[in-house]
């Protein structure tokens, strides 16, 4: 089966292999150059040096690290201003909600462009912000929100930029020498390539709490970096999932770090999007706002989700359906995993078959 559904993703023979290595105990030397390695290859792929900044790893899906990240790096005297422009935008209000976090939310309608004036109104209101978050890649729309322009705007009123790049990290720019952004969460499955269930969280050293915010046991940030900066674990880590990150880590490094895996991306994103359009199935976005990893279509006249979806699978792909108010008139389909080219043909050649039958049918009906 061909996953095109925004991770988990088909993994490379070489990083499924890395499933089945040995049994480990994670208390023994070798996990710990696992977690070591796995540490150093994190940093590498932007790359960052380990002096400024932390990978911090947790297991757990991508959400675990998100709220690992705002749980842990907004003080109890802080506050936090969230973007909310699509379903995981509204996830990190979500989460501020629960942990009881001082926070407003910029809600925009889920698919707009980031509002920076209405940003600005936000954060110039009293009491003022101490952090900002925000969904580098909106998932649910395959917009790439302006993570610049929101730095800038943190910087120029002191605040401290939180992003939730699950689903951007290891394949779109990402600038951590803005001094604003204080951390990034991300998850292994993604555009790392990696099976799921660890989740890690970039956090610059300076903005990591003496004390914790004392929200959450197993998801407090400062737990797991002790921890780990001394080679260890505070909990019991995902050991599999560790052995395919680490290999993932290491296939994305010998293949030429995240520009290569995006341009790949965009090559793909590319043929897929001209063979849609030239069966009059129109992208959701333009270019110039959208990610290489994900782009939404607009569901082809005559042909809803719960069709397009069953008869694609049925010729061995899983495409994603629209969320929310979107359920009903996108569809989605990632480029993310061990996929290529020639499955892209065979994807845009099972569409047309079904879009052929789809229009005989209804011509029929009719
Ligand atoms: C996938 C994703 C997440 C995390 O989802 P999980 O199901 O917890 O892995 C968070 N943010 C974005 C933008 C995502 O695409």
Same mark, same amino acid.
């Given at each position: 089966?061909?996953?095109?559904?925004?991770?988990p993703? +088909?993994?490379?023979?070489?990083?499924?292999?890395?499933?089945?290595?040995p049994?480990?105990?994670?208390?023994?030397?070798?996990?710990?150059?696992?977690? +070591?390695?796995?540490?150093?290859?994190l940093?590498?792929?932007?790359p960052?040096?380990p002096?400024? %900044?932390a990978?911090?790893?947790?297991s757990?899906?991508g959400t675990?690290?998100?709220?690992?990240?705002?749980a842990?790096?907004?003080?109890?005297?802080?506050r936090l201003?969230?973007?909310? +422009?699509?379903?995981?935008?509204?996830?990190?209000a979500?989460?501020a909600?629960?942990?009881?976090?001082?926070?407003?939310?910029?809600?925009?309608?889920w698919?707009?462009?980031?509002?920076?004036?209405?940003?600005?109104?936000?954060?110039?209101?009293q009491? #003022?912000?101490?952090?900002?978050a925000?969904v580098?890649?909106?998932?649910?729309?395959?917009?790439? +929100?302006?993570?610049a322009?929101?730095g800038?705007?943190?910087?120029?009123?002191n605040?401290a930029?939180?992003?939730d790049?699950?689903?951007?990290?290891?394949a779109?720019?990402?600038?951590?020498?803005d001094?604003?952004l204080?951390?990034?969460?991300?998850?292994?499955n993604?555009?790392?390539?990696g099976?799921?269930?660890?989740s890690?969280?970039?956090?610059?050293?300076?903005?990591?709490?003496?004390?914790?915010?004392?929200r959450?046991?197993y998801?407090?940030?400062?737990?797991?970096?002790r921890?780990?900066?001394a #080679?260890?674990?505070?909990?019991?880590?995902a050991v599999?999932?560790?052995?395919?990150?680490?290999?993932?880590?290491?296939?994305?490094?010998?293949q030429?770090? %995240?520009?290569?895996?995006?341009?790949?991306?965009?090559?793909?994103?590319?043929?897929?999007?001209d063979g849609?359009?030239?069966?009059?199935?129109?992208?959701?976005?333009?270019?110039?706002?959208r990610?290489?990893?994900?782009?939404?279509?607009?569901?082809?006249?005559?042909?809803?989700?719960?069709?397009?979806?069953? #008869?694609?699978?049925?010729?061995?792909?899983v495409i994603?359906?629209?969320?929310?108010?979107?359920?009903?008139s996108?569809?989605?389909?990632?480029?993310m995993g061990?996929?290529?080219?020639?499955d892209?043909?065979?994807f845009?050649d099972?569409?047309?078959?079904?879009?052929g039958?789809a229009?005989?049918?209804?011509?029929q009906?009719r």
């Amino acid at each position: 089966m061909i996953l095109l559904n925004p991770g988990p993703v +088909n993994l490379t023979e070489r990083v499924r292999a890395a499933l089945t290595l040995p049994d480990l105990c994670h208390r023994e030397r070798e996990f710990g150059e696992l977690q +070591n390695e796995i540490r150093a290859r994190l940093l590498q792929v932007y790359p960052l040096p380990p002096e400024r %900044w932390a990978p911090v790893l947790v297991s757990g899906s991508g959400t675990a690290a998100v709220e690992a990240m705002l749980a842990s790096l907004v003080p109890r005297e802080g506050r936090l201003l969230v973007v909310d +422009n699509g379903v995981y935008g509204a996830r990190l209000a979500d989460i501020a909600a629960c942990h009881g976090i001082a926070h407003a939310v910029a809600r925009q309608a889920w698919g707009t462009p980031v509002d920076l004036e209405a940003l600005t109104r936000h954060l110039d209101a009293q009491p #003022g912000f101490t952090h900002v978050a925000l969904v580098q890649h909106e998932t649910t729309t395959g917009r790439l +929100n302006d993570v610049a322009a929101v730095g800038r705007l943190c910087r120029s009123r002191n605040a401290a930029l939180l992003v939730d790049a699950v689903s951007s990290f290891g394949a779109e720019a990402l600038d951590f020498d803005d001094g604003s952004l204080a951390a990034c969460a991300a998850s292994a499955n993604k555009c790392l390539h990696g099976a799921p269930g660890v989740s890690f969280v970039i956090v610059r050293r300076a903005a990591l709490p003496e004390k914790s915010a004392g929200r959450s046991v197993y998801l407090d940030l400062a737990r797991h970096h002790r921890a780990q900066d001394a #080679g260890d674990t505070a909990f019991t880590p995902a050991v599999p999932v560790f052995y395919a990150l680490r290999e993932a880590l290491r296939e994305l490094a010998d293949q030429g770090g %995240w520009h290569v895996r995006h341009q790949r991306y965009r090559g793909l994103a590319t043929a897929v999007e001209d063979g849609l359009v030239g069966f009059g199935v129109e992208p959701l976005l333009r270019d110039g706002e959208r990610s290489v990893v994900l782009r939404a279509y607009h569901l082809p006249a005559g042909l809803d989700y719960a069709a397009l979806h069953d #008869g694609l699978k049925q010729r061995g792909f899983v495409i994603y359906a629209g969320q929310g108010k979107l359920a009903a008139s996108i569809f989605r389909v990632s480029t993310m995993g061990a996929i290529d080219a020639a499955d892209m043909q065979r994807f845009l050649d099972a569409v047309a078959g079904l879009l052929g039958t789809a229009r005989h049918s209804g011509a029929q009906a009719r």
